[in-house]
């Protein structure tokens, strides 16, 4: 009788122990499991928290730069102005003072019928261009990345500007175009040990620019090239409907080469609404995180070593016979 008591005791006890050991276990793996996703968000609050203040002083820099770009434009288009059309002699004149000042590719005016007159020598009928139709109609208009038809075949970007008469007509379109890579410079950014990759872009997904290094520069149109690759369907949904709302967002891109952090928002350039989209690959972002995440996954290795040991010492089997 006082055997089985006994047997029946420690049985009892050992069953305690272990759910204890078993509620133990539970609640520290609980405790970890909920630190480790704690430290992980709050870890890539921080990534996009860097990001954004990293758009917002390449923001600041690229607006200066346009707008410097666009004053430039419209001075020289208020001293043209009392000029007669048909004097290019005079209009090219003054339009290579401006052009040895702010280093475009060339500078160009338009006339109404879309001919136009460039410093570097072109006379050339640019009526279908977008640039010069926008501008025809009182805008100041950004044209994205293309390729230069004229000279040297590369990237290049297009500011143009009304040129108003003494009636308040509109005699003209005056325009420059820059290098696109002189442009791009402005946009690498120094975060992350220059890993991160920044680009501006129009609600069609049209490029304006992007950084030298990043996976863009080949590229005139992001949700073009993400559909190469049948990639970021969710994203290009989500990045839409926010650019519809011209609100600031930030996502995940998952595409073939890796997985990427991006925080975006709105940039007024011109009389138009572009997007600035600020990036980071994911492994890059996470390294930094990565010898604290180590010393979590090793304190649940330990504990369920340490588990695994006191149950296989405490065998039920050894106070039942």
């Not at 078993?22 to 430290?39: I, K, R, T």
């Amino acid at each position: 009788m006082i055997k089985s008591y006994l047997k029946k005791t420690a049985r009892d006890n050992l069953i305690k122990i272990a759910a204890s050991s078993m509620v133990f276990f539970m609640a520290s793996a609980g405790l970890g499991y909920s630190l480790y996703n704690s430290l992980h968000e709050s870890f890539e609050e921080q990534v996009y928290q860097n990001l954004k203040d990293m758009a917002a002083d390449n923001s600041e820099k690229i607006s200066k730069d346009m707008n410097a770009k666009i004053d430039a434009l419209n001075s020289l288009g208020t001293i043209i102005r009392k000029y007669d059309n048909k004097d290019t002699a005079s209009l090219l004149s003054r339009m290579h003072e401006t052009n040895a000042i702010y280093n475009f590719k060339r500078i160009g005016f338009v006339l109404p019928d879309g001919t136009a007159y460039t410093t570097d020598g072109y006379v050339k009928n640019l009526r279908f261009r977008d640039f010069f139709q926008q501008s025809m109609q009182g805008k100041i208009h950004i044209q994205h990345r293309f390729i230069d038809a004229m000279g040297v075949g590369e990237p290049v970007n297009v500011i143009s500007v009304p040129v108003s008469d003494s009636k308040g007509g509109i005699k003209g379109v005056l325009f420059a175009t820059y290098r696109t890579s002189v442009f791009q410079r402005i946009m690498d950014i120094n975060i992350y040990g220059g890993k991160g990759s920044s680009s501006v872009i129009n609600n069609n997904g049209d490029i304006l620019v992007t950084s030298t290094k990043g996976d863009l520069v080949e590229e005139n149109n992001l949700f073009e090239a993400l559909v190469k690759v049948q990639a970021g369907t969710d994203f290009i949904q989500n990045l839409l409907k926010d650019m519809s709302e011209y609100k600031i967002g930030k996502s995940k891109l998952q595409i073939d080469s890796g997985s990427y952090i991006v925080h975006y928002q709105p940039i007024a350039l011109g009389d138009q609404k572009w997007y600035l989209l600020t990036s980071l690959p994911a492994n890059v972002a996470y390294e930094h995180i990565k010898p604290i995440t180590e010393k979590v996954n090793y304190f649940f290795i330990i504990l369920y070593h340490k588990y695994n040991y006191f149950s296989s010492s405490v065998s039920p089997t050894l106070y039942l016979a």
